[in-house]
Nanobody, 117 residues
Framework: QVQLVESGGGLVQPGGSLRLSCAASGFTFISYAMSWYRQAPGKERELVAGISSYGGGTTYADSMKGRFTISRDNTKNTLYLQMNSLKPEDTAVYYC??????????WGQGTQVTVSS
């Protein structure tokens, strides 16, 4: 069955870095556009960054540009999010998403990122 398993979250001080990973299985990873979303307490889920199916194009939310980098390894069926210069407002649960057109839309269970001194 389809699985998206996020890892790499944790507690980090402001200005620090984390690298999230999302291990995918159960579908043809290379054919899917992949994204990271996040949801902070009391707020709606928001797009962090996305990457096209073959990795040729990326998009970022304005507040993440220059600090976050999304990438994928299609040989390992894994999505990454490198997060630098983290701020307390980056605290949220981060979710991995896989999408194929409007037909298939899969979500991981999320990984908590807490930025605090």
């Amino acid at each position: 069955q389809v699985q998206l398993v996020e890892s790499g979250g944790g507690l980090v001080q402001p200005g620090g870095s984390l690298r999230l990973s999302c291990a995918a299985s159960g579908f043809t990873f290379i054919s899917y556009a992949m994204s990271w979303y996040r949801q902070a307490p009391g707020k709606e889920r928001e797009l962090v960054a996305g990457i096209s199916s073959y990795g040729g194009g990326t998009t970022y939310a304005d507040s993440m540009k220059g600090r976050f980098t999304i990438s994928r390894d299609n040989t390992k069926n894994t999505l990454y999010l490198q997060m630098n210069s983290l701020k307390p407002e980056d605290t949220a649960v981060y979710y991995c998403n896989a999408k194929w057109g409007t037909t298939y839309d899969y979500w991981g269970q999320g990984t908590q990122v807490t930025v605090s001194s």
